[in-house]
């Protein structure tokens, strides 16, 4: 499976839905905000994409990057995207109007009655998009692979079904777009793209984080899911210096999250090497009692790891 397409009803919560589906399927996840970058940065800002030209610019791109890695697509009107490529799974969420307005209400803190207008304003936004990209302001059931009800199931069960679904149909085998299909898509969207005068990109890639191990990836996954802004190794403190003040030894501490400025180290390796680390630690909080750091040792890490259902993913180093 390249693409999962997640779309749905508003007030579904379908980008938390496609994020948990992307971090259990080890998908990329692409959404309205980061597709907008991709193209920004292989056209530049100053490039005006007509909205009948969208789809090839989009279908281009995301099949360039489905050749490196599958991909989770929470995106309007994705649905209609490579609908001739059997690696394609579309997912579907309904719930009825009551709960989607209460979920509304949730996330936007609204009372009930704007809940509501705000529903209608998405509904209508949904549609138009559809039909300023496509041509069409709805989809027939019978075009996606599984619709699901998300008054009964919440995001996690709902990556669980999708998962279970794409291993039934074989779709998980060989999840990468081949070569052979990605060559074929760019044809056919170079000649739909040639009457704009739009040159497709040729490398477009997936800017990703260096991590230093795969504890740390899951952790920056978790913090995506909610939603928690953060950076990763952004600055180093030292913590030992020689008689002429030259730096011996500095501390970086894995993550910085800005809105609670704090910094977070986590220590999952071998008790030698987590003692040389809490010597750090100390020295780090004595030198600069005003820098706020939490360590997250190995029993700490696997609590999140099991309470998230990613334990048999991860391999803790």
């Known amino acids: 499976m390249a693409f999962l397409t997640v779309s749905g009803e508003p007030g579904c919560r379908l980008e938390e839905v496609a994020r948990v589906c992307a971090l259990r399927l080890r998908f990329e996840l692409i959404t309205e905000s980061r597709l907008r970058e991709l193209i920004t940065g292989e056209f530049g800002s100053e490039v005006s994409i007509p909205d009948k030209a969208w789809p090839a610019v989009v279908t281009s791109i995301l099949a360039q990057l489905g050749k490196e890695q599958p991909l989770a697509l929470c995106v309007p009107g994705s649905e209609f ?27 936007h803190r609204l009372e009930r009655p704007a809940a509501k207008q705000l529903m209608k304003q998405l509904e209508r ?38 998962e279970q679904a794409a291993t039934a149909r074989g779709l998980l085998v060989d999840p990468l777009l081949s070569a052979a299909a990605e060559a074929q898509i760019q044809f056919q969207t170079r000649l739909r793209l040639a009457k704009f005068g739009i040159t497709p ?27 928690i802004p953060w950076e990763y190794e952004p600055k180093s403190f030292p913590i030992q210096w020689d008689k002429d003040g030259r730096v011996l030894e500095a501390f970086t501490p894995d993550f910085y999250l800005p809105e609670f400025d704090l910094y977070v180290e986590l220590t999952t390796m071998k008790q030698s090497l987590v003692t040389k680390k809490n010597r750090k630690v100390k020295l780090l909080k004595t030198l600069y009692p005003h820098v706020n750091v939490q360590v997250f040792y190995q029993k700490d890490f696997r609590n999140l790891i099991f309470k998230y259902g990613l334990a048999e993913r991860s391999v803790l180093v």
């Not at 990836?217 to 995506?224: G, K, R, V």
């Open 81 to 107: 995207l490579f609908q001739e490529i059997p690696g394609t799974f579309r997912l579907h969420l309904v719930a009825s109007e009551a709960r989607r307005t209460g979920l509304l209400m949730l996330e």
């Open 125 to 162: 936004q949904v549609r138009d998009t559809r039909k300023t990209h496509f041509g069409k302001s709805a989809v027939a059931p019978s075009a996606y692979d599984l619709v699901v009800n998300v008054e009964q199931f919440d995001a996690e069960q709902v990556a669980l079904i999708v």
């Open 201 to 227: 990109p040729d490398k477009v890639t997936l800017k990703k984080k260096a991590f230093a191990n795969h504890s740390e990836q899951i952790f920056a996954n978790l913090l995506d899911f909610y939603r």
